[in-house]
């Protein structure tokens, strides 16, 4: 408990006056209570929100939560479906809340892998390539598997997933650790192919291969239609919505992309909503995927090889 605590004051420089807002679900209770014991070791006024677990990554907490949200000056959100790409958290953000998501982190993932890194060293790191995307236009993305994909970034701003949200306003997942963009909507083309792991699905036995044309996705094979049933579900939920580089030295893929997607030699793509980090597509969803050991260009610049980044 105590090395939680540490953490969470590392990572959120939780001062003991400050109100903190836990918001979890009925699926989490037990993690629930194991970061509610170590956030009591920093403020002496720590608030515990309960809902109904969201049926799906990016859906919005009821009003109550989302208007408490913006109320508190640190949000720690242990959920099994993931806040971090709704109203809710962006509207917390905006009125000064610091916000750390941690959709479907499991028990073992608080005291182990990618909540142990320098997060010194991974904010480094996240900000260097948050930097590059940003400079972009292009990104291509290859693979041995058949990965062939590009999209453009002209005019988007890459942020960095640091893991040292101390200013008011600040967002990010714990465990942390990428840099990350979302891509121009309608100008991404090729094929994706995940290996690693892909949202609902946890870690992949077998290839995912996503087919992608005017920055939507077009065709799935290799998951017996459970991807494309979500695609059709929701509007939206078929964009191109992120590319992120995995920046994190201490995650592992472990079939939960909270983590998956930090590790480093990865990089991931997602679908669905992007409306809160410099995208213009809503969505009640977001999926990421992850792709391991990539080739990237860079504006035709080798970028990364095999997933070792060439140079920051």
């Given at each position: 408990?105590r090395?939680?605590?540490?953490?969470?004051?590392?990572?959120?420089?939780?001062?003991?006056?400050?109100?903190?807002?836990?918001?979890?679900d009925?699926?989490?209770?037990?993690v629930?209570?194991?970061?509610?014991?170590?956030?009591?070791?920093?403020?002496?006024?720590?608030?515990?929100?309960?809902?109904?677990?969201?049926?799906?990554?990016?859906?919005?907490?009821?009003?109550?939560?989302?208007?408490?949200?913006?109320?508190?000056?640190?949000?720690?959100?242990?959920?099994s479906?993931?806040?971090?790409?709704?109203?809710?958290?962006?509207?917390?953000?905006?009125?000064?809340?610091?916000?750390?998501?941690?959709?479907?982190?499991?028990?073992?993932?608080?005291?182990?892998?990618?909540?142990?890194?320098?997060?010194?060293?991974?904010?480094r790191?996240?900000?260097?390539?948050?930097?590059?995307?940003?400079?972009?236009?292009?990104?291509?993305?290859?693979?041995?598997?058949?990965?062939?994909?590009?999209?453009?970034?002209?005019?988007?701003?890459?942020l960095?997933?640091?893991?040292?949200?101390?200013?008011?306003?600040?967002?990010?997942?714990?465990?942390?650790?990428?840099?990350?963009?979302?891509?121009?909507?309608?100008?991404?083309?090729?094929?994706?192919?995940?290996?690693?792991?892909?949202?609902?699905?946890?870690k992949?036995?077998?290839?995912?291969?996503?087919?992608?044309?005017?920055?939507?996705?077009?065709?799935?094979?290799?998951?017996?239609?459970?991807?494309?049933?979500?695609?059709?579900?929701?509007?939206?939920?078929?964009?191109?919505?992120?590319?992120?580089?995995?920046?994190?030295?201490?995650?592992?893929?472990?079939?939960?992309?909270?983590?998956?997607?930090?590790?480093?030699?990865?990089?991931?793509?997602?679908?669905?909503?992007?409306?809160?980090?410099?995208?213009?597509t809503?969505?009640?969803?977001?999926?990421?995927?992850?792709?391991?050991?990539p080739?990237?260009?860079?504006?035709?610049?080798?970028?990364?090889?095999?997933g070792?980044?060439?140079?920051?």
């Amino acid at each position: 408990m105590r090395r939680l605590a540490e953490i969470f004051k590392t990572t959120l420089a939780i001062r003991r006056e400050e109100e903190v807002l836990l918001v979890t679900d009925d699926a989490m209770l037990e993690v629930a209570s194991l970061v509610e014991a170590a956030l009591r070791e920093l403020s002496d006024e720590v608030l515990v929100l309960r809902m109904h677990p969201r049926s799906m990554h990016g859906e919005e907490p009821p009003r109550v939560v989302a208007e408490a949200m913006k109320h508190a000056s640190v949000v720690v959100a242990p959920t099994s479906k993931s806040l971090s790409h709704t109203s809710a958290r962006k509207r917390a953000c905006e009125a000064g809340a610091r916000v750390a998501t941690m959709p479907g982190i499991t028990l073992d993932m608080l005291t182990s892998g990618g909540m142990l890194a320098d997060y010194r060293e991974v904010e480094r790191l996240a900000r260097a390539v948050a930097e590059r995307l940003t400079e972009a236009k292009t990104i291509r993305i290859k693979t041995e598997l058949g990965t062939d994909f590009e999209a453009s970034l002209k005019g988007r701003r890459a942020l960095a997933d640091t893991g040292i949200i101390a200013k008011p306003g600040d967002f990010g997942n714990l465990p942390a650790g990428e840099g990350f963009i979302a891509p121009v909507e309608g100008e991404s083309e090729g094929v994706l192919v995940f290996d690693g792991s892909f949202g609902m699905l946890g870690k992949l036995a077998e290839p995912l291969k996503i087919r992608v044309a005017e920055g939507k996705a077009v065709e799935v094979s290799g998951d017996g239609g459970r991807v494309e049933a979500i695609f059709a579900r929701y509007a939206n939920a078929e964009n191109v919505a992120e590319i992120g580089v995995g920046v994190n030295p201490s995650a592992k893929v472990i079939g939960n992309v909270l983590e998956d997607e930090k590790v480093f030699r990865t990089i991931h793509v997602a679908f669905g909503d992007n409306h809160t980090f410099g995208g213009r597509t809503r969505a009640e969803v977001h999926l990421d995927g992850v792709i391991l050991n990539p080739d990237v260009w860079l504006d035709g610049e080798k970028f990364m090889e095999r997933g070792r980044i060439c140079s920051l």
